[in-house]
């Protein structure tokens, strides 16, 4: 790694919000290869190479050490690792991208408003059934982190890949952990998300490996963009 | 036999076998979700997954409890048939933050089932676990002994005011929620408000409840999908209200329960087992039977291994992450503190029925020792 790697989002509203961030600080990213090309340019910072990944992918090169610099989702990072703050730190919390995991019930169950309800929610239900009550995610390592932090015993995390809210209607799961923004998709789901059911408030961040290859010339020239966008930590 | 292991383990193994018992190759991959079910997800980071060709999701065996109490569910061909079976393999832990050592390392177990003998088969566990550390030159270990069965007999026999005696009986088998619930019991954690509706529901009959729960998700336009029933809801709403409610436990009551839970004994045996009997026979119940039982399997331990319970204690609630033990449990270190015990053992009755969904039963119980722990690694 010769140079600083610097990756942003590839594609959709993230990539955007990007653009409008780092145009705001004065900063134009010029794609090469057209629209669909992988790889772009920032203007008046020649050292950096860009390169355009999804969200997930600039995750997981960050928490390898694969790239210097990454803008992605808090969700992600976190999700994907245990040891996050041993291997990347947030340099800069963007503002967009926000959403909040949450832990959601259905809206009818007017005896649970918080995780000691729910924890004698699992625990009476495997009494009575033998079975351990479900909870739809793809959040499986926040979850399980969640509920051992607030005793939820009898639980089992089901894996799921898309349309978590749905999972209580279709019998799939009793609960859900899930993202949102506004909560439209889970009232419009009859589902209720638990007083202090909130596992992480995330917004895009941009974050610095500390696995990466950081050499002098690199730092140098992390610093002349972090003056550039006003983040003068380095 | 796995060749990798050396000769302390060569003798263990030899020492293990000779309690007798079929040697059995068991599954090493499982179900992912029937692990889960049954270890819960407390091992759920511990665990390495595959995917099946069918996108089945399987896991590593991370014991070799599970994968024995699977294969006699699928081979037994009646309830309580009795085998033993001695087995010996990799399993597979991914290890804690900090913790160094191997993701795989070799267990040696026995696991016997449909015993009629519940005392003599929790003995010659021990025995075959204790004879197999100290044929590895494992000398000096520490026991600690438990018994999963023991709050929820007492609690169950125990004369505990509503609704805190239903409230403590409902979760005597979950040591974190008999801890919450005790706490809830004893006043000591904050107590909550109560809405109207609850204070009403906890007043009415449990059908006049449900009516008035179901009036009140009709009116709110709310849903009630999946397995939660309009009655879980009501009962639970009632209780929950009437344990806010509730004149806390006696403080003998709650002092009692709260030593038994906590009794943790680094004296003498004998002393730590008349204790529980001492503390229940302050609730109402006759602990004798349970005292005699642990009596014979204490002499008969003393009989065939002198001096295997020269550093041992007894502790009321079982501390293993795997919570199926709900009978006698064991397990010996080279230190006191037990963080890495070189084998552990107990009786796991419910297992089987956990397994095969109720449809088989058998009585059972089993040890497994860690060769790589030998030597105070």
Not at chain 2, 78 to 105: L, S, T
Not at chain 2, 180 to 209: C, H, K, M, N, W
Not at chain 2, 210 to 231: C, I, K
Request: aromatic share 6%.
């Amino acid at each position: 790694m010769a140079s600083l790697i610097l990756a942003l989002p590839s594609k959709g509203r993230l990539k955007e919000q990007c653009e409008a961030w780092l145009a705001k600080k004065g900063l134009v990213l010029r794609q090469t290869g057209g629209e669909r090309g992988y790889s772009a340019t920032l203007d008046g910072f020649d050292d950096i190479q860009i390169r355009l990944a999804s969200a997930s992918e600039i995750g997981k090169a960050l928490l390898a050490g694969d790239i210097h610099l990454g803008i992605t989702g808090e969700d992600i990072v976190r999700e994907a690792a245990s040891d996050v703050d041993a291997r990347l730190s947030i340099e800069a919390r963007l503002g967009f991208g926000r959403a909040d995991v949450v832990v959601a019930v259905p809206n009818g169950w007017i005896d649970v408003e918080t995780m000691a309800d729910l924890a004698e929610v699992a625990t009476d239900m495997r009494r009575q059934t033998g079975r351990r009550f479900r909870i739809a995610t793809k959040f499986t390592r926040l979850t399980a982190q969640f509920m051992r932090d607030h005793h939820v015993a009898d639980h089992r995390i089901v894996d799921s890949a898309g349309a978590t809210e749905g999972a209580p209607a279709a019998g799939i799961a009793e609960a859900i952990v899930d993202i949102t923004t506004s909560g439209a998709t889970l009232t419009a789901n009859a589902l209720k998300i638990l007083d202090d059911g909130v596992i992480l408030k995330s917004e895009s961040c941009l974050m610095r490996s500390k696995l990466a290859d950081w050499t002098e010339a690199t730092n140098t020239t992390a610093a002349q963009l972090f003056k550039r966008l006003g983040l003068d930590r380095l | 036999m796995n060749q990798e292991t050396g000769p302390k383990m060569q003798a263990a193994w030899a020492a293990l076998k000779a309690r007798g018992g079929q040697e059995v190759a068991l599954p090493t991959l499982l179900p992912a979700a029937l692990v889960l079910e049954l270890a819960g997800e407390d091992v759920r980071p511990r665990l390495y997954f595959a995917s099946g060709p069918d996108g089945a999701e399987l896991c590593l065996r991370a014991d070799l409890t599970i994968p024995a109490a699977l294969n006699y569910v699928q081979n037994a061909t009646v309830d309580d048939e009795p085998v033993a079976w001695v087995c010996e393999g990799k399993v597979f832990r991914a290890p804690k933050a900090g913790e160094d050592r191997a993701p795989e390392f070799v267990q040696i177990g026995l696991e016997r089932f449909g015993d009629a003998d519940r005392i003599e088969a929790d003995v010659t566990v021990f025995l075959a676990a204790w004879e197999a550390c100290q044929a590895a030159d494992e000398h000096n270990l520490f026991v600690r002994l438990c018994d999963g069965g023991l709050l929820p007999t007492i609690i169950a026999k125990a004369d505990l005011p509503d609704p805190w005696g239903s409230a403590l009986g409902e979760v005597a088998s979950h040591k974190s929620a008999l801890k919450r619930v005790l706490a809830q019991a004893s006043g000591t954690a904050p107590s909550r408000q109560i809405s109207a509706l609850e204070r009403t529901i906890a007043e009415l009959d449990p059908e006049r409840a449900r009516s008035t729960v179901a009036e009140v998700l009709t009116l709110a336009n709310l849903s009630l999908p999946g397995n939660r029933q309009l009655s879980h809801v009501a009962d639970r709403l009632a209780a929950r209200a009437k344990r806010a409610i509730a004149k806390p436990l006696a403080p003998d009551l709650a002092e009692t329960l709260t030593k038994l839970i906590q009794l943790n004994s680094q004296g003498s045996l004998a002393a730590s087992l008349d204790e529980c009997v001492t503390l229940a026979g302050k609730l109402g119940v006759d602990l004798m039977d349970w005292r005699q039982a642990w009596t014979l399997r204490l002499d008969r331990i003393q009989q065939e291994a002198p001096g295997a319970l020269a550093h041992a204690h007894f502790e009321a609630l079982s501390p293993e992450a795997f919570d199926y033990y709900d009978g006698m449990a064991f397990d010996f270190a080279a230190d006191p503190s037990f963080a890495r015990p070189v084998a552990t053992g107990g009786r796991y009755d419910t297992l089987v029925g956990e397994i095969s969904s109720g449809t088989r039963q058998a009585r059972a119980v089993g040890c497994v020792i860690r060769p790589a722990r030998f030597g105070g690694r």
